[in-house]
């Protein structure tokens, strides 16, 4: 009796580490498919020039520097709004009818699927608001799809942040604003920039958004303003994938664009944790 | 003998929404002395000493209805700036609470958010207030340290040093020792009785010898009613009511 018990006990255990093994190895699997199939592509030409003889040679600086550009307005636009809807809903508005309404357009809006953002963003951005196709365009239309992620990240952030902290700031003729600012933002600032950073990662390999409104085909400049259209990593992917000169001959040059993408969230990331953690030790929470 | 009133309550009732969690409630706190609040869990002592600094407001559907002054202002009334009020009569919590900042920064916050600026008189009081809550010796050499890095004991006089710091008139405690091992507690009774030099100090606590030990009056809760409040030692030696004798005998509750 006893023994069988245990079996399953075993048995059930050995399930659930494999479910959580197979995460690592998703992972370590497209690693490794992309370092083997795009290595041969990186090279310091690849990083630093613009892509010639019909994108069939040459680098990918543009798609870098746009990428990079649309990663920027993201930030701008969706940092502060997003945290500042979370302190809204967190910490000021009572729960009523009104915070319910907006709770549910959050939700809906993290819904949408990402080509509709991107159809709205044309329509909107760029022909309404004449913005043309351009990185400002791409990056609102991403920052609004990011919205979502930032605000639930920072209502998670603030809501970790023990009350006892906000009792004890009031109590002592503090106003609540004062005790937003100097004694709950800075305990939640970590995980509010952990959480937007990682929502924008996952902005910057998106397509579909930034195909009709901030990406372009073929520009062999730099932007020199936010008004400029740019090119972008995970778009040129798609660009060389399906509608390049030559597929076959350019596969090479595919996969190290998908390398590229790839350390570059990973960077971003990475350079996430470690200032969360530096600033929790900094704060010994 | 003085004996200036210095906060009292007259019928005072709270609601939580429907639920009326105190029941006509009326207490004179003396001033320098120290009141004892005592009763059973849930009997209301926690809501009603926070209704004297206004730390209900927090809560929606909260409801107050009766008088609660300090000197000669109601303290509910509509003119009434509550922020004010809470710098007046300060608060310490039941567990430690320092902000994760370091030991001055802790106590320098009250200052600054009532507008201080002064670096010299910040340090000047930052320093005052942790000698009156005997606790200077122990931090002067770790200020800039985190107070997240004291023992709880020490974390406890911190935040008793960062309620002096604005200078209140009334502190209100809300078993303040509960969390502490006994030698910490020994300290905060202590720091009680000397802080009551110069303060009307009001304290719920769950232990009675602690409310024996440390107040001068005691007023004893029971579901949200006052049942009797009366002079430390005669309501523990000679009360007048069969329930609250049974309460301090340890008959119930």
């Known amino acids: 009796m006893i023994k069988q018990r245990l079996i399953i006990q075993k048995l059930c255990f050995s399930f659930l580490r494999i479910a959580a093994l197979l995460n690592g190895a998703a992972l370590a699997l497209i690693v490794c498919f992309m370092l083997s199939r795009g290595w041969r592509a990186i090279s310091w030409e690849f990083l630093s020039q613009a892509p010639k003889d019909s994108m069939t040679a040459g680098g990918i600086l543009p798609c870098i520097v746009g990428t990079m550009a649309l990663c920027l ?24 009818k009104l915070v319910r309404f907006i709770r549910l357009g959050i939700n809906n809006l993290a819904g949408v699927p990402s080509i509709v953002f991107g159809l709205f963003g044309l329509a909107f951005f760029c022909i309404v608001l004449k913005m043309g196709v351009s990185a400002a365009s791409g990056g609102l239309t991403l920052g609004i799809m990011t919205l979502p992620v930032i605000i639930g990240a920072s209502e998670e952030a603030l809501k970790s942040v023990p009350n006892t902290y906000r009792e004890a700031s ?74 390049g000169t030559q597929i076959e001959a350019t596969r090479h040059l595919q996969y190290g664009t998908a390398l590229v993408l790839i350390v570059l969230v990973f960077g971003m990331n990475l350079s996430a944790i470690i200032l969360r953690s530096k600033i929790r030790k900094k704060l010994r929470i | 003998m003085q004996t200036h009133i210095k ?11 429907d639920f009326q969690a105190l029941d006509q409630i009326s207490i004179d706190f003396i001033e320098n002395r120290v009141t004892a609040l005592i009763g059973p869990s849930g009997c209301g002592k926690s809501t009603y000493l ?42 310490v919590f039941q567990k430690p609470n320092p902000f994760p900042k370091s030991v001055f920064e802790n106590i320098a916050y009250g200052l600054k958010v009532n507008g201080v600026k002064d670096k010299a008189k910040i340090t000047r009081i930052v320093e005052k207030s942790l000698k009156q809550a005997a606790i200077w010796d122990e931090v002067k050499d770790r200020l800039n340290e985190s107070a997240l890095g004291l023992s709880g004991g ?11 710091a604005v200078g209140p008139e009334v502190l209100l405690m809300d078993e303040p020792a509960s969390a502490l091992d006994p030698i910490a507690t020994q300290k905060i009774e202590e720091l009680i009785t000397e802080l009551s030099l110069k303060l009307t100090i009001i304290i719920v606590t769950h232990n009675m010898q602690q409310a024996a030990r440390v107040s001068d009056r005691t007023a ?9 409040v009366n002079d430390t030692d005669t309501l523990f030696t000679k009360p007048e009511l069969k329930q609250t004798e049974d309460y301090i005998t340890g008959r119930f509750g």
């Open chain 2, 154 to 164: 020490q974390q406890q006089r911190l935040c008793i040093a960062r309620a002096l």
């Open chain 2, 220 to 228: 004893f809760f029971y579901m949200g009613k006052l049942i009797e």
């Open chain 1, 73 to 96: 307005v993201t930030i701008f636009v969706a940092l502060p709004i997003g945290v500042a809807s979370a302190i809204y809903l967190n910490e000021y508005a009572s729960q009523g």
């Open chain 2, 50 to 91: 926070r209704c004297l600094n206004r730390m209900n407001d927090l809560i929606s559907g909260i409801r107050v209805k009766g008088r609660a002054m300090l000197d000669d202002n109601d303290i509910y009334d509509p003119s009434i700036d509550v922020v004010t009020l809470r710098r007046q009569v300060g608060m």
């Open chain 1, 170 to 243: 009031l109590a002592m003729g503090a106003t609540k604003w004062q005790t937003i600012r100097k004694v709950v933002l800075p305990v939640a600032f970590p995980g509010i920039i952990t959480g937007s950073i990682l929502g924008i990662s996952r902005a910057a390999g998106e397509t579909a958004p930034i195909m009709y409104t901030g990406a372009v085909f073929f520009t062999p400049d730099l932007p020199a303003s936010i008004l400029d259209e740019v090119m972008a990593l995970p778009y040129h992917i798609y660009v060389l994938a399906t509608a």
């Open chain 2, 7 to 17: 906060m009292h309550t007259k019928n005072l009732d709270f609601f939580y929404g």
